[in-house]
């Protein structure tokens, strides 16, 4: 699969972009267990104009991290225009646009998401940040806004003949947020309709190999994305990928890997952003670096309340020496 000069040889694994998740540390992380392709987290236009420091932040690239993608969502084509020429001069090797984010204070704006209520300006957005740019431009977005207006097939076409080089469909209409199952059955049709020629990339609810092969198969998409099964579990890239080659899946990571590979992103996220912030941001993580383990609940707090690298490093060590037969 190809897109612009970036080429794959297998249907990539990639990094969905999670905003407050997928920052360069933890991409870092999830590029050494084996993701194809990541996004930045979504950046709002407005605020990479006004130069926003949250929003700079977001663009910051390294080149152990390639393929990447920066994302931009926004509802006014101009600013859109202008985010889109400043994320392709931090150079990357495409911008995503971001049609799919469910967010109430970001649909109502008729950004995200709510573009799938406004196709006509959907359309010229991308034609327009097409236009300005050298790189390839990619968009991820959803089903269509609800039930009754599943709009992907004829909104993919549109957005191939507005000149993207991909596209990532998130198999939920925005209604359901991120509720009830993604109905893949909707990329199928996307990917059976003679006239598209791009790559289309599934996503929804992939959480292991056998699942990530299934859609593979069933489908024909050419990439698969995984989101939330990634949050504090990398591990998955691995596993994936060992499934699509071997056909059998890889024993889960044991308790010393997880501690390490959790004390790992704590320092660098704060190497990246300091103790106080990368201490508040790491907090959501814990509970998936160690889900499944039996009588974590205890530590888990302690972790969470843990105001010092210092003290988190020391309950580290404490869960890394308890006795955990139950936990491989
Ligand atoms: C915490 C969180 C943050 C997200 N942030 C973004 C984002 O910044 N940009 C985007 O396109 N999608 C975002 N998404 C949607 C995911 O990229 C993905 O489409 C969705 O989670 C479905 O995939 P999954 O079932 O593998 O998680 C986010 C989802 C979650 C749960």
């Given at each position: 699969?190809?897109?612009?000069?970036?080429?794959?040889?297998?249907?990539?694994?990639?990094?969905?972009?999670?905003?407050?998740?997928?920052?360069?540390?933890?991409?870092?992380?999830?590029?050494?267990?084996?993701?194809?392709m990541a996004f930045t987290e979504f950046i709002a236009s407005e605020g990479?104009?006004?130069?926003a420091q949250k929003s700079t932040l977001k663009m910051d690239l390294h080149n152990d991290d390639r393929p990447i993608g920066i994302q931009i969502f926004g509802h006014d084509c101009e600013s859109m225009k202008q985010a889109a020429l400043m994320a392709e001069a931090a150079k990357p090797d495409l911008i995503d646009i971001n049609f799919g984010c469910p967010v109430k204070k970001v649909v109502n704006k008729g950004a995200g998401a709510g573009m799938l209520?406004?196709?006509?300006k959907m359309i010229a957005i991308t034609k327009t940040i097409v236009q300005a740019v050298s790189l390839p431009v990619t968009v991820k977005t959803r089903l269509g806004w609800d039930e009754q207006s599943k709009s992907i097939v004829t909104v993919a076409e549109q957005l191939q003949d507005a000149g993207i080089q991909a596209i990532t469909i998130h198999a939920r209409t925005r209604s359901q947020m991120y509720r009830g199952e993604a109905d893949w059955s909707?990329?199928?049709?996307?990917?059976n309709n003679p006239r598209m020629h791009i790559p289309v990339i599934g996503n929804g609810d992939i959480t292991s190999g056998p699942i990530a092969k299934n859609m593979l198969l069933t489908y024909g998409v050419d990439g698969i994305m995984v989101g939330r099964a990634a949050i504090g579990y990398p591990w998955i890239f691995a596993e994936i990928k060992h499934y699509l080659h071997s056909g059998t899946e890889l024993p889960p990571p044991n308790l010393a890997e997880r501690v390490a590979v959790c004390r790992k992103h704590i320092m660098h996220e704060i190497q990246r952003k300091g103790e106080r912030l990368a201490i508040i941001e790491m907090r959501k993580t814990y509970s998936h670096y160690f889900k499944g383990k039996p009588h974590f609940k205890p530590f888990r707090i302690r972790l969470v309340e843990a105001d010092t690298a210092q003290t988190l490093y020391a309950l580290l060590d404490e869960i890394a020496a308890l006795p955990d037969p139950e936990f491989n």
């Open positions: 699969m190809q897109i612009g000069s970036v080429t794959f040889e297998q249907p990539p694994v990639m990094l969905a972009p999670l905003e407050d998740i997928t920052d360069l540390p933890f991409r870092l992380i999830c590029r050494a267990y084996g993701a194809d990479l104009i006004r130069n209520r406004d196709i006509p909707w990329i199928g049709k996307v990917k």
